[in-house]
């Protein structure tokens, strides 16, 4: 897999984030194919990314209660 430039793109907290600014999680949509995902706490640490149909994937779930343990 090449390398994917994230220096110019824009991050949103995530909806489900605290919003007391603990566990926070954010996420870019200026890449189509891609979602890269950090922790707001970190912004220069690491960074996941996941293919963009996963990632929808894994929304859906979250919001249809499926991963609730």
Request: hydrophobic share 45%; aromatic share 10%.
């Given at each position: 897999m090449r390398p994917i430039d994230l220096s110019d793109v824009?991050?949103?907290k995530s909806s489900y984030?605290?919003?007391d600014g603990g566990a926070c999680v954010e996420v870019?949509?200026?890449i189509p194919?891609?979602?890269p995902v950090r922790d707001s706490k970190t912004p220069r640490g690491p960074v996941?990314?996941?293919p963009a149909c996963g990632w929808s994937s894994f929304v859906?779930?979250?919001k249809g209660g499926q991963?609730?343990?």
């Open positions: 824009t991050w949103r984030s605290n919003p870019s949509d200026d194919s891609v979602v996941l990314v996941f859906t779930a979250v991963l609730n343990g």
